[in-house]
């Protein structure tokens, strides 16, 4: 909500912000998957059922080691970077 610039992006808003990227740029953003096969699902803030949906219908997000989705959890700069590259290549990549 642009209230903590510098601080720590959880995943769920990191997927939030690539969703509404997709969007207001007319990329095809109409895929979604169920999240109940993650045992953590019940844990998605409100505001990001339908980005984490879409990010791991595209692929964007698949979980983490532990198989759980960890939405409030800081997004490592591993997990951002991969989830940058996991957008800019169908989205944005040539």
């Not at 949906?53 to 959890?73: C, M, R, V």
């Amino acid at each position: 909500d642009g209230t903590a610039p510098g601080g720590a992006v959880t995943r769920q808003q990191l997927a939030a912000l690539l969703f509404r990227f997709a969007q207001a740029n007319g990329y095809d953003s109409g895929q979604r998957a169920a999240l109940t096969g993650f045992p953590d699902a019940a844990s998605v803030s409100a505001y990001a059922v339908e980005a984490l949906q879409w990010a791991t219908a595209s692929g964007i997000i698949n979980g983490t080691s532990a198989g759980t989705l960890n939405p409030a959890g800081t997004a490592t700069r591993a997990q951002f970077a991969v989830m940058l590259y996991r957008f800019w290549e169908p989205y944005l990549g040539a």
